[in-house]
């Protein structure tokens, strides 16, 4: 399983309350959570994101609220993966549940810029900055997390496997 795609890059601290605005929670649709995807903090994200495209960021990503709805409009907007220093535990927890692959590797962030063209490959941990050429190495997933990944969460993933969601 691998990912490929330009990096969007940001600092410490991005909580959920800008990645999805409060303001857009009363709505379930998920292509209407992603239209408003990081508007507060990068009004160009949304109309520059591709499908595969890749954040990086730095310490406590996903701090705040513990809305399901951030993560929701993170992969929904196009973003195959999310790299970080460090992540909130919620939104760590989230991501997984609903399909959202992200990886902690405080050598990769150091050494990947906004722009960057990154390929991860997810059962090795291996991130590879093609822009630069360097290589970094985090956790790879386990091969139950990736079939949950490839499952698009935890739910179908449990009614794949004959289990009750």
Do not use: W
């Amino acid at each position: 399983m691998q990912a490929k795609g330009s990096v969007f890059r940001y600092g410490d601290n991005i909580d959920t309350d800008v990645i999805i605005p409060a303001r857009y929670l009363n709505t379930s649709d998920h292509k209407e959570l992603a239209m408003h995807c990081m508007e507060d903090i990068d009004a160009e994200f949304i109309t520059q994101v591709k499908q595969g495209d890749i954040i990086v960021a730095d310490k406590n990503f996903g701090c705040g609220s513990s809305r399901e709805h951030a993560p929701i409009a993170i992969k929904e907007s196009g973003i195959s993966c999310v790299i970080a220093r460090t992540f909130a535990r919620i939104f760590y927890r989230n991501s997984l549940n609903i399909g959202l692959p992200i990886l902690e590797c405080e050598e990769a962030c150091d050494g990947i810029k906004a722009g960057d063209v990154v390929r991860v490959d997810f059962s090795t941990g291996l991130i590879t900055n093609e822009t630069s050429g360097k290589v970094f190495q985090s956790e790879p997933f386990p091969p139950f997390m990736q079939a949950l990944i490839q499952a698009g969460g935890l739910a179908p993933y449990m009614v794949e496997k004959g289990e009750k969601a």
